[in-house]
């Protein structure tokens, strides 16, 4: 596998870092941020490339552009990711097919709630904030604390519904869950307690997607409307398409399951 140690290895390494927490980036904005000049970006944006860390794309356009050539993104290739991985996924998931093989799917469920719980009680802060957005934002910044390198802000508009959008750029443990998918679901219980709030998982990284998306609703759990049964909706990434784009369709938003109040809006 591919990594960062080299002579330029810890520069080179945040070059890709940032790509990876900005997404596609212009040569100019990246530079700018780590306040390297036009060649020395261009010299580690070059290396980058040669290894196949990053790759090229053609900047999207909205309204009329002028003339020129259109602007060229760099952003982070699957090899590139990897590079950041846990060095013991192998491991993790040799462990985990022997606990599923021995004890059985539950087994491996219950294991991912009890991983999570500990991450819970290290974020119980997050809960301590009155308003949402800020939830959501304290959320975020624990989150990439411990690697995930997240954001958060309000989400676009789907299906009529309001409220924030939480973003997971990496994902220490996407090898492992791209075959255990437990561990999101565990993760996406574990937002909702945390906010207390009904959240949503329109994309994982594990599942293929380039970013961690989850919508956070404004409902708090358990608060129905005028006339309706008490009920919050999770969605948990079980083959539901990424956000449109690069190929993509549309998340199905009507694949919500729909849970009654009592179990917490969470899944059980």
Known sequence: MKNF???????????????????PSTAATLGGRLGLTPAAIRRHLD?????????????RTYGNRGRGRPAKVFVITDAGRSAFEHAYDDLATSALRFLAETAGPDAVTRFAR????????????????????????ALAGALTADGYAASA????????????????????????????????????????RLLGTPVQRLATIAHGDGICTTHVTGQPIGQAGPGKASTAAVVVQRGIPGPAGAGRAAPDITEITEITAESGGLLT
């Open 5 to 23: 140690r080299s002579a330029e290895g810890p520069t080179r390494g945040q070059v890709a870092r940032l790509i990876l927490e900005l997404g």
């Open 47 to 59: 290396n980058l490339l040669a290894e196949g860390l990053i790759e090229t794309r053609t900047a």
């Open 114 to 137: 009890r991983q999570l719980a500990d991450l819970e009680r290290r974020y119980a802060p997050v809960a301590a904030h009155p308003e949402l957005a800020d939830r959501v934002q």
């Open 153 to 192: 802000g309000p989400a676009p508009a789907i299906g009529g519904m309001s409220g924030e959008q939480l973003c997971q750029h990496h994902c220490p443990v996407a090898h492992v869950a791209a075959e255990f998918p437990q561990l999101c679901e565990a993760e996406t219980e574990a937002f909702g």
